[in-house]
T-cell receptor, first 114, second 110 residues
Framework: GAGVSQSPSNKVTEKGKDVELRCDPI?????LYWYRQSLGQGLEFLIY????????KSGLPSDRFSAERTGGSVSTLTIQRTQQEDSAVYLC????????????FGEGSWLTVV | SQQGEEDPQALSIQEGENATMNCSYK?????LQWYRQNSGRGLVHLIL?????REKHSGRLRVTLDTSKKSSSLLITASRAADTASYFC??????????FGQGTRLTINP
């Protein structure tokens, strides 16, 4: 597609349930990022995929969070046993893997845990 | 810990005035980028400045970089109501991921 596509755009879930957030990057972009942004805050790095290399998971806040990227394209971020503090906008971005390259963001998935 | 710290956290000015936002960071970088965010959704890239550059212009935007002070500034000249948004700096320290600051919320009053 023309841009980074994320779904769902909004998700309300009950505490304790699992959620999956999907990201479809720009075609040809081999790097994919997930960030989390709480209300009025900056972006918190979660995980980074580049091609077939092992992902950089250093930003995942707990083992309830996981992500995969199938076929070097679509990525799914999974949050298990959601907690209220998981409520945030989850932003996906992609880029060409060139040093100093711009990354392009999707519109985000707004997660509310009640 | 956050790499970039923007200052001020919030800025409110009159339309037509210039807006200046600052960003400080902690480690050596390859480049620094500025992004804009409307309504808490996706971010849009504005400008990138490399570590060997000191100043860069793009339309009404002017970015400076002082690597000795580990700081950058974003100047928006002749501001418009449509410039109202949050502005973030992001640093590329070579780890293939951008680290964002907390942002500056800019409000342009008509």
């Amino acid at each position: 597609g023309a841009g980074v596509s994320q779904s769902p755009s909004n998700k309300v879930t009950e505490k304790g349930k699992d959620v999956e957030l999907r990201c479809d990057p720009i075609s040809g972009h081999t790097a994919l990022y997930w960030y989390r942004q709480s209300l009025g805050q900056g972006l918190e790095f979660l995980i980074y995929f580049q091609g077939n290399s092992a992902p950089d998971k250093s930003g995942l806040p707990s083992d309830r969070f996981s992500a995969e990227r199938t076929g070097g394209s679509v990525s799914t971020l999974t949050i298990q046993r959601t907690q209220q503090e998981d409520s945030a906008v989850y932003l996906c971005a992609s880029s060409l893997v060139i040093s100093g390259n711009t990354i392009y963001f999707g519109e985000g998935s707004w997660l509310t845990v009640v | 810990s956050q790499q970039g710290e923007e200052d001020p956290q919030a800025l409110s000015i009159q339309e037509g005035e210039n807006a200046t936002m600052n960003c400080s960071y902690k480690t050596s970088i390859n480049n620094l980028q500025w992004y804009r965010q409307n309504s808490g959704r996706g971010l849009v890239h504005l400008i990138l400045i490399r570590s060997n550059e000191r100043e860069k212009h793009s339309g009404r935007l002017r970015v400076t970089l002082d690597t000795s002070k580990k700081s950058s500034s974003l100047l928006i000249t002749a501001s418009r109501a449509a410039d109202t948004a949050s502005y973030f700096c992001a640093t590329d320290a070579g780890a293939q991921k951008l680290v964002f600051g907390q942002g500056t919320r800019l409000t342009i009053n008509p």
